[in-house]
């Protein structure tokens, strides 16, 4: 019997016409094996790049993505941030920005060309860092003044020094004055208290006014209940007085409202807290504020249903507070006392809003 003749490898099967190659199964294998050379030849280029990285072998990759993301490992991993322009411009900003926190450097942050990417990169990376200088050196305006006291007072306003680089006179003003009412508290020094500003400055930190047994219900909040006519050393002194249970100091408050709760708040004892919690829940704001001034009858009784709506744990009295800045004050207060965040959304106001979670997460940190 005749034997059939093989036909060659790779010969076209049907005619030319089809246009058309198959492969016998001697090709086959030998495709396999050179597919298996190039998965080799991949796996140990890969190999060579994680262990000797560098900018000319990521420039070999073929597809886009990956060797971008080639870039900005590199840069991750060197340091070197010059790699980042590398990439698409719409990408180097963000592996700049990588490489500066990475690096816990904001001068590395100098090449961001976005505005506000460049501004974001610095404050974080000051922040983070608490780095005074980088805030002085890299910022300018309302940017630099911002990222100075957000890092004074994640410091408790410990360095009075770089209160001086703060560019806004007003933002200035309170670091330097929130500096001498922190120290007066950690010192016990009274003679700090005399340099806490004048009449109605906003303290942002100190919390509401605690007047008496009202203020243990409503501290610490990061807001200002400062009426008309009360000073900010005398709540330093007053607050001073309350933390050493010293009553001299109640006489360096200015005579009024504050002055008479000093020396009242100090004179009641743990025995006769809680009925006076128990006539706050029962009471109403009009009779307990009966005895006060009429300019601090109002305040007086703000105090009172902020008090009276933690002690009670009854939120919705807050509502009956007509005036918008201590209603807010109050979700505020409450929100922080329960350690709810979702009371902050009882605040119609966005800024407010915004004050009462940036306080949550405050004393969720310092907590």
Request: hydrophobic fraction near 35%; charged fraction near 10%.
């Amino acid at each position: 019997m005749a034997i059939a003749s093989r036909k060659p490898i790779g010969a076209r099967q049907g005619g030319a016409s089809h246009g058309r190659v198959v492969l016998g199964d001697e090709g086959k294998i030998i495709v396999f094996i050179v597919m298996a050379a190039a998965a080799v030849a991949l796996i140990l280029y890969s190999d060579q790049f994680f262990n000797n990285p560098s900018s000319s072998l990521c420039a070999k990759i073929l597809y886009a993505q990956q060797r971008y993301a080639c870039f900005g490992t590199l840069a991750l991993n060197t340091g070197n941030a010059s790699i980042c322009s590398m990439m698409p411009p719409s990408q180097e900003d963000g592996c700049v920005a990588a490489v500066a926190e990475n690096m816990s450097d904001p001068y590395i942050c100098s090449s961001i060309r976005v505005g506000s990417a460049y501004r974001d990169c610095v404050i974080n990376i000051s922040y983070s860092t608490r780095n005074f200088a980088a805030c002085a050196n890299l910022l300018s305006g309302s940017n630099r003044s911002s990222c100075i006291y957000m890092i004074e007072r994640a410091e408790k306003f410990v360095n009075g020094s770089a209160c001086g680089l703060i560019q806004d006179q007003v933002t200035r003003l309170n670091c330097t004055y929130l500096h001498y009412y922190h120290a007066a508290l950690s010192t016990s020094d009274p003679a700090d208290c005399g340099f806490v500003g004048g009449a109605n400055v906003t303290l942002l930190e100190t919390s509401s006014l605690g007047l008496g047994s009202i203020g243990a219900a409503t501290q610490p909040v990061n807001v200002s209940l400062n009426p008309s006519g009360i000073s900010s050393s005398g709540y330093c002194y007053y607050a001073l007085a309350s933390k050493t249970s010293n009553a001299s100091l109640c006489a360096l408050v200015s005579p009024g409202y504050m002055q008479s709760e000093c020396y009242s708040s100090l004179s009641r004892n743990s025995s006769s807290q809680s009925a006076f919690n128990q006539s706050l829940i029962s009471g109403n704001a009009s009779a307990f504020c009966s005895s006060e001034p009429p300019s601090l009858k109002g305040f007086c009784s703000y105090e009172f249903l902020i008090a009276k709506a933690v002690i009670s744990k009854k939120p919705l009295v807050c509502n009956s507070i007509n005036n918008s800045q201590y209603q807010y004050t109050c979700f505020t207060t409450y929100a922080v006392k329960s350690g709810n965040y979702t009371y902050c959304y009882d605040i119609t106001n966005s800024s407010a809003r915004y004050g009462c979670l940036l306080s949550m997460n405050t004393t969720a940190t310092q907590g």
